[in-house]
């Protein structure tokens, strides 16, 4: 299994346990809080109880949200492409011949040289004009083989799963980093492939270089740094070196996660302060320990998870303006 | 299969916009070499290739203008022109709105790209890419 698909794995299994864990405790509180809006806030328990859910129904929406928004983007998308396509030009004919691509190449018309995977059950690789009159019949095949990597895994597919569990769990904020690094690493693994298809880096080296913007200065961060390096400065230093990149998560998302998923159990296994062994328990030790506490971890981890939420958002308005 | 001829295809509206006309570039590539000009010198510049009218170059130069490409000064009963940017930085502006506008575009749903065109690539990072690309191919078998 390569690295990237490790990390999904890892990612898939640690949404799903959190998915668990936090619909446990959605379903605790649902009573609580029916009783709470029958007849108002009685004890720190109802108001612990109505804050969380408020935490799990903007968890719902931003998973729904996320979800529509790129199946949205996805059809404005391809509404566009097939405005624009044009009969595939003979160097992306000859570029193709034996790479088992027959029929899912598109190529529109663009001043903007770019290719990139799309579609979920059954990808396509787009390629734009500019991108293909930009490029040598050598560079072509090498950007080929990389997208066909691409198309062969369905990233589109697993990009959109791992978005909608990254939104909808932003109160586990590892799982973010966990999709933003397996984002790096699924280009890394495409660029060697594309080397190792080709025979050497030449190529795709070549390609990426003449891909590159004139300003040095471009930073839009839409696909996710990792430390200091952009995302295609770690693509070069991968090609250069071949070193494996390390996975670089923040402590504070690690903390937060465990955290965040242990104050959920603990406020499942009290029933958001119903259950006989809490009301046994004095008052003094009970409410913080067991409810405020817990509670106040869920929400720390909800702000940072949320602001990583919102980055690419503002990074978007940025882009827009 | 015939290959396209690319020029003759109707370009999207928005990819339109974001490059400046044959005119247009005529009239900036001259600006750029005498740093500053008026309308007149312009045209008579312009004469020695080709004929156009004096209003013709008075309206792209206004143009220019409004689009914040030149600056101008009244000098008298007339505007002097001055380019906002020197050519680099003009093609570094292009290069980031073309990337601005690839992003707003696509943004999710080119969710697998070929990215290079989207990211910061610094000096150093520039020449390793470089150096690879140069490298002879013997070296790497």
Known sequence: MKRADRVFTIMLGLALASSAILLALLLTLVPRVEQLVGRGAEDTADVVAAGVLLLAVCGISLGLLTLLRQLVATAVLIRKLVAQKIALPPSVVTAATGLDLHGRIDVVFDERPFSFCYWFLRPRICLSTALVERLDSDELRAVLYHERYHLRQRDPLRQIVARYFAAGLYVVPVVDELLSFHTLQKEIEADQEAVRASGDVRSLASALYKLLPDADDVSLGLLVPVSSLSVTEARIEQLVVGRPLPIALSPVSVVLSGGALVAAAVLVAVKGGASVVFETLPPLYAVPGLLVGPASLLFAAAIDGGLHQLRPLTQRLFAQT | ?141
């Open chain 2, 1 to 141: 299969m015939s290959r396209p001829d690319l020029r003759r295809l109707r370009r999207p509206e928005k990819a339109e916009e974001k490059f400046l006309g044959p005119l247009e570039t005529e009239v900036m590539a001259r600006l750029w070499k005498r740093r500053s000009a008026t309308v007149r010198d312009i045209v008579e510049d312009l004469a020695r290739t080709r004929e156009l009218a004096y209003t013709t170059v008075m309206t792209i130069m206004v143009r220019l203008h409004e689009k914040g490409l030149l600056e101008r000064t009244r000098e008298g009963k007339t505007y002097v022109y001055r380019p906002s940017h020197t050519r680099d930085e003009h093609r570094a502006r292009l290069s980031r709105d073309l990337v601005r506008g690839l992003v707003a575009e696509f943004g999710d749903a080119a969710l697998a790209a070929f990215s290079a065109e989207l990211d910061t690539v610094d000096a150093t990072h520039r020449a390793a890419l470089r150096r690879l690309a140069q490298k002879d191919t013997r070296e790497t078998r």
